[in-house]
């Protein structure tokens, strides 16, 4: 089992729609909780970082973290088509620096 | 806005062949890292390097894949000899030294294919 779970997608929903994107993950020492932007053919980019449990917003993008379910998620409101990308989640624990990514989730939105 | 800088973008290698890729990390930035994305999967770690040390290569296939930081700022990975189980993006990132409190930035990678 890997120590993080993401649902691949693809996932296709039509403009204006709130997109929700999850990822599991079995190790509890994670502390740190980041969601990465892949456009096709380029490298992640750094969209939104959260630590221990809670929410963060950032504009249209609200990340939230549920340390006790061990489950983590993104979500994006009134979805553009430049949103169309495929959505990374990454963790790592306290005093490290390797990040341990989820497989991604391939987001389509449809104009 | 600084970037990481990554040659080439794209590489076509038969197999059994040598290939490297270049990484120039942002200025000032001592971590560098290479990682390798196989299509439809996450990045996963194969090196980390602190200056020109190597701080974790745990997940490098030592027997075909070679690193190096000479001068602590730019560095090469090698793979020889390819093989096709080997295609995939290979991605490289740097940070600050110190601890990381949010993710790293990364390059826009090379695509490697091999034939």
């Known amino acids: 089992q890997k120590e993080v779970e993401q649902d691949p997608g693809p996932l296709s929903v039509p403009e204006g729609a709130i997109v929700s994107l999850n990822c599991t993950y079995s190790?509890?020492?994670?502390?740190?909780f980041m969601w990465y932007r892949q456009y096709s053919r380029k490298g992640p980019e750094l969209l939104m970082y959260?630590?221990?449990?809670g929410n963060k917003e950032d504009g249209r993008f609200t990340a939230q973290v549920d340390k006790s379910s061990k489950y983590i998620s993104l979500f994006i409101r009134d979805s553009q088509p430049s949103d169309s990308a495929t959505y990374l989640c990454?963790?790592?624990?306290?005093?490290?620096?390797?990040?341990?990514f989820g497989q991604g989730t391939r987001l389509t939105i449809n104009p | 806005e600084a970037e990481v800088a990554q040659s080439p973008r794209y590489k076509i290698t038969e197999k059994s062949q040598a290939v490297a890729f270049w990484c120039d990390p942002i200025?000032?930035?001592?971590?560098l890292y290479w990682y390798r994305q196989i299509l439809g999967q996450g990045p996963e770690l194969l090196v980390q390097?602190?200056?020109?040390?190597?701080?974790?290569d745990s997940q490098l296939p030592k027997d075909r894949f070679s690193a190096e930081r000479l001068k602590g700022v730019d560095s090469t990975l090698k793979i020889q000899p390819a093989e096709l189980g080997d295609s995939a993006m290979y991605l490289c990132a740097s940070s600050l030294d110190g601890p990381l409190v949010y993710g790293y930035t990364f390059g826009s990678g090379t695509r490697l294919t091999v034939v």
């Open positions: 200025s000032g930035h001592a971590t």
């Open positions: 390097f602190q200056d020109e040390s190597v701080v974790d």
């Open positions: 190790n509890s020492a994670f502390q740190y």
């Open positions: 990454a963790m790592k624990i306290q005093g490290a620096q390797k990040l341990v």
């Open positions: 959260t630590y221990s449990s």
